[in-house]
């Protein structure tokens, strides 16, 4: 009975969720080969906070070593939302990258440094069926492609005025929409997102607050989905903007870089 208590209470402690004042711990993904030789090292991220969305500027507290750049800026996120981000940025290396070598996200925020370790190790290859079921979506279709993905010209704003972005996708109707199982009507039917393409904005770069109005559009399937977003900023700066076209199984993204005067 005292070893029965001492489980519960560790595992109540384990499912205690922070709205705030977690860290966020960068994450490997795996590595892509690219056509012309060279390798993609794939990187996403753990914000520990269910609701805090952390700024982390490129700088000593968030950088990247890979092999002779010291710049330690190669495109990553310093805007993280909460939770889970998955497959966010790619760091492209050399075709002769030693496969002993590694690209390191170091990242430093709320008093704790984390990193993630990215080499050419076999295990760590990615497929597209890897992807896909990392992601959520279910079996992959291997006939699906991702979306296409345009994003309309941004000028540059001052404040106060706000920007007006539109983001256009089409697909190839794959994958297909659920069918219910005759035998069982109901099944996972509340539990599944529809099939179709869904464009989402997110804040990838900034030095303020960015709000879009609306972040994302209805799930479409079978024609063109356009989001026509109001995007309000809080200061000015340059910004990096992401809009992503997601089938359920595939996703393109695009970024667009604004400035706010």
């Known amino acids: 009975m005292v070893a029965a208590a001492l489980f519960a209470v560790s595992a109540s402690r384990a499912q205690v969720q922070y709205a705030r004042g977690q860290d966020v711990a960068p994450v490997f993904e795996g590595w892509e080969r690219n056509p012309n030789g060279t390798f993609s090292m794939v990187f996403g991220y753990l914000n520990r906070n269910y609701e805090e969305e952390v700024d982390i500027p490129v700088g000593p507290d968030n950088t990247i070593s890979a092999g002779a750049d ?49 080499w050419l190790q076999p295990v760590w290859e990615l497929s597209q069926d890897v992807v896909v079921e990392n992601m959520g979506g279910g079996v992959p279709d291997p006939n699906n492609k991702p979306p296409s993905l345009t994003i309309g010209d941004v000028s540059t704003i001052t404040l106060p005025a706000a920007a007006t972005l ?16 005759p035998s069982n009507p109901d099944r996972d ?12 904005w997110i804040q990838y770069r900034g030095p303020g607050k960015v ?18 977003s109001k995007v309000s900023f809080s200061a000015p700066g340059i910004y990096v903007l992401r809009a992503t076209a997601n089938d359920g199984q595939l996703f393109t993204s695009r970024d667009v870089s604004v400035t706010v005067h």
């Open 211 to 228: 709000t879009f109005d609306p972040a994302n559009s209805a799930v479409v399937y079978g024609e063109p989905v356009t989001l026509a």
């Open 70 to 118: 010291t710049s330690g800026d190669r495109g990553q996120p310093t805007h993280f939302y909460p939770r889970r981000q998955r497959f966010l940025f790619r760091v492209v290396v050399p075709a002769d990258w030693d496969k002993q070598q590694k690209v390191i996200w170091t990242l430093t925020s709320h008093g704790r440094t984390n990193q993630a370790k990215g």
């Open 189 to 200: 039917s509340q539990s599944r997102r529809p099939r179709g393409v869904q464009i989402k």
């Open 166 to 181: 539109t983001a256009s996708a089409t697909d190839d109707g794959l994958p297909k929409p659920y069918r219910r199982a």
